[in-house]
DNA sequence: AATGAATGAGAGTTCATTCAT
DNA sequence: TATGAATGAACTCTCATTCAT
């Protein structure tokens, strides 16, 4: 069993992790062949069980790829001192980002993981959960503090601001043309002021 | 080959239609198989293939039912006369609704019609965008009309309220306990206004 | 989910385990393919799974079709009132004729069930001790009765029988001369008398 | 090529001759995976290699260590000058005991070697049956010194002999309780004397 | 209008084997 | 002497599809 060292093996299979979220998300899981992901990485077939016990851990791996560092990053942004408003920047800029960066492992995650079996979903759920309940907790703060309307339910809040960054994810990874920073801004904006304009009375 | 009336086999078939999209959305295309969707419907897996040509056909079905009629209602919509607030809630509103009435068709047109071959993809796509640029009209429309800020871009204001509902609707599928009409309500509002506290001076 | 009843289904299902059995027999479980066993049908290898869930339920089926007569008929043997050497030819008889009835069910019992899952086993092994059991019993009576020698191990008498049946059953698949009755005869008669020469004096 | 005498390198092959015989012994030859046989002896899959020219050869070396020492000891015992009774049971002791000597390898010889191909097997088949015949031969002398019944048949007889003991064999390897030289006993007085309780007139 | 039976293509997976190091 | 990495063929199994009935 492989350390988690630098050894070639273990840089080999983070390669082979993303050439599945690549093609995971291209095809999607049960529409992607072991062949697609390994012709992928320019090997056989067979030899992706080399770094997979099976297509379904690939799937898994991808998942875990896909949410890992994205839910640190919120750990960080929700601890820090910032105002309301930058905290918000700052999750959906990272939100936005973790679609360029991870190779799409992301949309794997949120697309695919119900093909996961029970045990590996809930732990991966449990990840998922806390990053929703962090940016709960933003919002919530934020409403004690009067900076929002006291009428807001943080919770559908929080799962807006999610679902939003998570449709224009996928709309980042078709288009690479997409300035992620830019539309960070503007989601962030929409969700602050809304559309409406400002009440000149 | 039996005409489009309202013959026996036109009810079977629109049954058949809603089976696949109920087993669709629940395993995704690939994910499902047609005795999955024989089942659903109470009969034979080979029996499926006189009411369609192919499991293709099925998807490109169910793709075309999840999105006629909530396509048509856009329509209505964009013509009417309401205020822009009124055609917002009345467009979250046919989109979030779309999800309970139609059997998670709405589902499986988002996430499963790129499996479908060029040519009837793209016909799909045509009505989707044609969903889209009229809901930018009234964006537009409203900005004319100041009744909106001018720095609002309003391609991007579309296609946000678009992901927020198909977010949502995700959601609605899988929780049949959300009211719709509240949610549609809280997203209405969350376009309009955003989150933040009216300034006081 | 079929009866067992006489429909065609179930006949052909039957000669599905025979042709199962005769390709185990030949080559071991692990060594026969599907696409052997469905050759034999003479059907289509992906074919042989209307019949079976898995290839390991042809094993299963197999070896069940392999003792259930077999075991069956010891009871019937056993119950009767036959004399001691009566009772002894028949059982060896009985296990002879087995190899040749059931297409060699019997010979993949004895070599291949140990593949089966630990479930399965102990189901068909509680069978197999019965078998054990019955001829040990038998043996014990005649102890009793004073038929044979009080030195006589019973359980190593019924093991040592079983054992010389299923090693004869091996030739007898192979080779198709071999006259089952004489064999029968001469294995008794091995069992009662031995080889030595009476003792004239 | 490394020579045949004591280096290092013999000793381990010998080694690995035998872990592919407890291996085949538990598995059967195409059930045990030559990882299976190197995880045995403490080495890598691919090493194994070093020692065999292919997994058949492995199994070739299994067979022949197998039986190559239980047929020269028949050779030793048919030459002697010691009473029937005593050359049987020397026989079926040298049998029983083969079974506890040479790890597993002699079960190997009578299950497996069916897969060899036809050259190798026939060369091995020499050696059984020069065993065989001499063990036959042990009858006829007997038959004509009057020790055993004229109505005696050798050929039957030897191979009775041979088959009682492949099949306590089987017992003997997976019981690591049975006592070898009792039931070689035992073995042997039920050959001479049957169960049949002597006549007394 | 529906079914039982069969098919064949393709999937995931295993594994004996090779070879540079 | 042994290993890590890779391969390709074979295998079990699934499934969309067909068709006689």
Redesign the pocket.
Known sequence: MPQSTD???NH?RLAAIRSAAAVFADKGYHG????DIAAHLG?????L??YF????EALSEVCLLGIRDYVKRMSVIADSDQPFAAQLLATVSSHLMSYRETNEALKVYNDERLYLPEEKRTKLKTLGSRYRQQLEKIFEDARSAGVIRTTVDCHFAAQSVIGLCNSWGHLIVRDPELDVFILAQQCTDLVLQGVTAAQSN
């Open positions: 050894t070639r093996y080999q992607a062949s072991t062949a090997i056989k077939q067979g030899s069980y080399y016990k099976s297509k379904e």
